[in-house]
């Protein structure tokens, strides 16, 4: 299995590509960035940007082609009314959103030599856990595709790419904008995801999806069409205090972990079919 980076990875001091080196991509309603450099050239650049978007980095693995930053406060939701702009920064503690945000950055190679670049947002929204209105918990929100996009479009221009492109629109060349049909059929008496896609697609398609539902990817082969991923399910409710810090907090959760081979096998018909298998590359059996 060939690791998208070595493991000796350092990324180059030397100008970054000129801006035709550096472009938006678009299928239907997903987008990602091509960049015509090396993933050890890149890597460095890509910590710098969300560092200076002033995030802190919990996953950090080059050898992976993985980076997630920590969960962060939706600043751009506090309302700026009069007393708000009058006081400016005086006041900023004591303003909350309710909303915190996690971005995932994801680099795979492609076959031209270059890489593919793709963000995902996760969101979590503060709600009341009783209607007395006496205490909140955290719930996963939908993630929220136009945040992907402003901040692919950033990226672009940290890595060249011109300003002026990244206010327009996505070229749309790699597919029709309509999401193409997903169903979910059994085959030997288990579910299995069949998709009207072409193997690159669904492999795209498939990797956002496992990002935005909080799978962590701990490797993959392209060349068997598998995922190897691994979920630790999220917990909404807490009666114990310090739950915002455990909710938030970078260190791993051990307990509940389950490891799983997300499959993708092509078709004759030119579709996809996705299988779930267990740690062992079994079918998993499991609700």
Known sequence: MVSPFSSSSSWSAKPLVPAPFVRIERAGNTRWLVVNRSPDQLWGPIRDFWQENGFLLTLDQANLGIMETDWAENRAKIPQDFIRRTLGKVLDGLYSTGERDRYRTRVERNSTGGVDIYITHRGMVEDYADAQKTRTIWKPRPSDPE?????????????????????????????????????????????????????????????????????????????????????????????????????????????????????????????????????????????
């Not at 193409?180 to 896609?197: S, W, Y």
């Not at 993959?220 to 739950?243: A, N």
């Open 147 to 287: 945040l992907e996009i402003e901040f692919l479009r950033r990226m672009m221009v940290k890595l060249g790419g011109p300003k002026e492109q990244a206010t327009e629109p996505a070229s749309s060349n790699a597919g029709s904008a309509l999401a193409p049909a997903v169903k979910v059929t059994a085959i030997d008496g288990r579910p299995t995801l069949a998709l009207q896609d072409s193997m690159d697609r669904a492999w795209r398609r498939a990797g956002l999806a496992l990002d935005r539902s909080g799978f962590t990817v701990e490797d993959r082969d392209r060349s068997k069409g598998i995922y190897f991923v691994r979920y630790v399910p999220p917990s909404t409710t807490s009666e114990e205090p310090g739950f915002f810090s455990r909710l938030f907090s970078s260190k791993p959760q051990a307990p509940g972990l389950t490891r799983y081979q997300v499959q993708l096998q092509a078709q004759s018909d030119g579709g996809t079919r996705v299988n779930i298998l267990n740690q062992a590359g079994q079918p998993e059996t499991s609700d």
